[in-house]
């Protein structure tokens, strides 16, 4: 079984209208809500062992405010920046096979579209929200009855948990 945990990146700061949207940084709201998260995967005892980043300056800020550790050196993948749910699930194929959780930290819409293709098709209500807005810094869990990492496929995966920094305070 391989666990697959779907990050969206912390609130970002639109304080400077010059900086271009990939450059972007957390705002102090999205470095607070960041450090939530992190505390809650570890509460739940989800660790991490690799996790892909998006290129964005606020998808490394959410991982490194998360304070969480992974097995493996965090990897930023360009196609992760505004990246569709086929993208996604090309780039969590080839996450190393020593790996039996591994984080996404990306974007929207890509990771509710995501989320909803990877679903086995039961939905509770956590799984709408995660389905439809999928919040800053939210974070939806996965679990894949499947031993490799390439044989992840759309429709197979079982919803496990949805939360949102706002449901931590």
Known sequence: MVRIVLIRHAKSSWSDPEVQDIDRPLNRRGRLASTLIGAWLRDESVGLDHVWLSPAVRSAETFAHMNIESTHEPHAHNALYMADPNTIL?????????AKTAAIIGHQPGLSSFARKLADGSQTQAEGRAFSKFPTGAVALFECDVDTWPDVKFGKAKFVSFVTPKDLV
């Not at 090309?90 to 020593?98: A, C, D, E, G, Y």
């Open 90 to 98: 090309n780039i969590l194929r080839s996450t190393p096979k020593s």
